[in-house]
């Protein structure tokens, strides 16, 4: 159960696919697969490169920088617990074009948010049965 000031969450099933990048945060690391052929970032996840076809993937931490590429706000109270507004958010990750995640903007007003606005991430930490979580978010460059 995630501590009272922890937003309810759905939490992502655990995989070797994709634990790296769920619990990448506990050691406060974005964690993106990367190739290790032509260095190609692959986001979602995928066991073979969509550039060269290798299959040399691995887990690689980036900067956690990045550019809100898109966002909306959400006034629908969709789930029980989930306080509204809030701020959904595609960002690009600085180190490479068009490698996005969508995300949730936390930390600053809607009213501040515009498309290029510089971010980076912070962690959410989420413990579960099945194993922890941490929901990588993103946060106005520089924090609260």
């Known amino acids: 159960m995630p501590e009272p000031s922890v937003p ?47 299959k040399d993937v691995a ?22 617990g989930v306080e509204v507004p809030y701020l959904i958010a595609i960002v690009e990750i600085d180190e490479q074009p068009e490698l996005r995640l969508t995300t949730n903007l936390v930390n600053c007003e809607a009213e501040d948010v515009h498309v290029g606005m510089p971010v980076q991430v912070l962690f959410e930490h989420h ?10 978010l993103f946060e106005p460059t520089g924090g609260k």
């Open 59 to 80: 887990p690689e931490a980036v900067s956690g920088r990045a550019t809100v590429a898109s966002f909306t706000i959400n006034h629908q109270a969709w789930i029980p």
């Open 127 to 136: 413990e579960d049965a099945n194993g922890d979580v941490w929901i990588p």
């Open 8 to 54: 309810f969450r759905i939490l992502p099933e655990l995989s070797d696919r994709n634990r790296h990048f769920w619990q990448g945060g506990e050691q406060g690391h974005l964690t993106i697969l990367r190739c290790q052929e032509c260095g190609y970032y692959l986001h979602p996840p995928t066991p073979t490169c969509p550039h060269d076809q290798s």
